[in-house]
């Protein structure tokens, strides 16, 4: 019962260094989202899919990729982190957009940009 | 102003306490209000749904919406050590997006 699992948990970058967030769900999900969580400032969206092949920007893009292959994984990606990149980020899906009461989170992973 | 405002604390409660929990917001689009909890190191998990004003009850939990002063509450009644968390609001009109609270640090001491 693996519900949305996050890799990697902790992960400490250099400025300028890329990488890929992972997050894949098993309960065939349309609906998958990427957030970040800061200090102050709650959760705020990055990236979210609808299903396969389709992705959109949410309130704060810049800097992340996102691209949706399949529908259970939703990569994030960071071409050339930035310290102000250095977060908490969550994934979290549904069953489809509308599914506001039906939503689940990962378990996060830490970022560290120095 | 901010879409939607929640006080971040931290709340102290004694165990068996009655915590009052608050958002507010601006936009009057909202149609769904939901209260996630987020234990330290954790995804938040979905505590309460409401669609439209009106109170709904989980066991000792009680949302509250009040559309018409764009106020929201969450109310925990008996509160135990367990229920230390932080609470988020979260809410959403017609369009797939969450916004949510700063959340509130809540601790219940033994």
């Known amino acids: 019962n693996a519900g949305v699992t996050q890799t990697p948990k902790f992960q400490v970058l250099k400025t300028g260094q890329s990488m890929t967030l992972q997050c894949a769900q098993d309960?065939?999900?349309?609906?998958m989202s990427w957030y970040r969580q800061d200090p102050g400032m709650g959760l705020r969206l990055i990236h979210y899919?609808?299903?396969?092949?389709?992705?959109d920007q949410g309130e704060v893009p810049n800097g992340y990729n996102v691209s949706r292959s399949t529908t259970e994984d939703f990569p994030l990606r960071l071409l050339s982190a930035a310290p102000s990149q250095t977060s908490v980020y969550f994934c979290?899906?549904?069953?489809?957009?509308?599914?506001?009461?039906?939503?689940?989170f990962g378990e996060g992973s830490w970022l560290t940009v120095v | 102003q901010k879409e939607v405002e929640q006080d971040p604390g931290p709340l102290s409660v004694p165990e068996g306490a009655i915590v009052s929990l608050n958002c507010t917001y601006s936009n009057s689009a909202f149609q769904y209000f939901m209260w996630y909890r987020q234990y330290s190191r954790k995804g938040p998990e979905l505590l309460m749904y409401t669609y439209s004003s009106g109170n709904k009850e989980d066991g000792r939990f009680t949302a509250q919406v009040d559309k018409s002063s764009k106020y929201i509450s969450l109310f925990i009644r008996d509160s135990q050590p367990s229920d230390s968390a932080t609470y988020l609001c979260a809410m959403s009109g017609s369009n797939y997006k969450l916004t949510f609270g700063k959340g509130t640090l809540l601790t219940v001491n033994p």
């Open positions: 899919s609808v299903g396969a092949g389709i992705t």
């Open positions: 979290a899906s549904s069953p489809t957009a509308g599914n506001r009461n039906t939503i689940y």
């Open positions: 309960m065939n999900h349309e609906y």
